[in-house]
């Protein structure tokens, strides 16, 4: 089992910068490749970005790619998705996700465990 807990959303103007944590719990941490999503009122929950089991392979949406940077400190049992210049329509809810496998998936779907969400608003 693994419990997941992220922080530090929040309100930015457009072009400003925050950094997503997750803490998760459990010995097993380091074995699982972890994911960002995200979810705009209205819209199904989609993918953000991941990274595997150590921080080796990465993979981002288009619509975040070259802005948004994910990592991973296993010795802290923690994942970050870093944004920067952050646009209106990044606006949302976002969620850390914990897959009981070393890659990581593209897909909800493909991932066992969810935090609770943290929201994020970016003002124009």
């Known amino acids: 089992q693994v419990q997941l807990v992220e922080s530090g959303g929040g309100l930015v103007q457009a072009g400003g910068s925050l950094r997503l944590s997750c803490a998760a719990s459990?010995?097993?941490?380091?074995?699982?490749?972890m994911g960002w999503f995200r979810q705009a009122p209205g819209k199904e929950r989609e993918f953000v970005a991941a990274?595997?089991?150590?921080?080796?392979?990465?993979g981002y949406a288009d619509s975040v790619k070259g802005r948004f940077t994910i990592s991973r400190e296993n010795a802290k049992n923690t994942v970050y998705l870093q944004m920067n210049s952050l646009k209106p329509e990044d606006t949302a809810v976002y969620y850390c996700?914990?897959?009981?496998?070393?890659?990581?998936?593209?897909?909800?779907?493909?991932?066992?465990?969810w935090g609770q969400g943290t929201q994020v608003t970016v003002s124009s």
């Open positions: 990274i595997s089991w150590r921080g080796s392979s990465t």
């Open positions: 459990g010995r097993t941490f380091s074995s699982y490749a």
């Open positions: 996700a914990a897959r009981n496998n070393r890659w990581p998936g593209h897909e909800p779907s493909e991932y066992d465990y």
